[in-house]
């Protein structure tokens, strides 16, 4: 039996995300469950700025199914929740933006999916 076959979260062993969630690479926690994991991005392009990613190794959206589905949609439903707790202002005067870069032509670096979720006062590094 190969490791991933019986691990509950399969990872990539080249894959610097799957390093970070298994505490091999050092990260700024944002937040964790059996599933979802969320810390700040190393390069911060706006004062409020986290990646919310899968636990499993994922490799983009590109690679979804329906058996994802439940999974992304607590993603997502968490998303505005950990904005709000990492100090984005409230919804309309506040808010954040939401960036899931995909392949190469969406400028995708790390190929584990990852959420970005930018916030706070501009102006803003970049986005
Ligand atoms: P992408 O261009 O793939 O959407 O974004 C990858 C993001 O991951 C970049 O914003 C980059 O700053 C961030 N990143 C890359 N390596 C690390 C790392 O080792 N730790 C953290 N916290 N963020 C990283
Ligand atoms: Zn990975």
């Not at 059996?34 to 986290?50: G, K, R």
């Not at 990613?53 to 997502?76: E, F, N, T, Y």
Request: proline residues 9%.
């Amino acid at each position: 039996m190969t490791e991933a076959a019986h691990h509950p979260h399969p990872r990539d062993a080249d894959c610097i995300f799957c390093k970070i969630v298994a505490g091999q690479i050092p990260s700024r926690k944002v937040y964790e469950d059996d599933e979802l994991f969320a810390f700040h991005d190393i390069h911060p392009w706006a004062p409020v700025h986290f990646l919310l990613i899968p636990k499993v190794h994922i490799a983009s959206m590109a690679q979804l199914d329906d058996r994802h589905a439940a999974m992304m949609g607590r993603l997502m439903v968490l998303a505005p929740r950990l904005a709000l707790e990492q100090g984005c202002q409230p919804y309309p005067e506040g808010g954040f933006r939401i960036v899931v870069n995909t392949g190469a032509h969406g400028a995708q670096e790390v190929q584990h999916l990852h959420v970005h979720v930018m916030g706070g006062p501009r102006p803003w590094l970049r986005g």
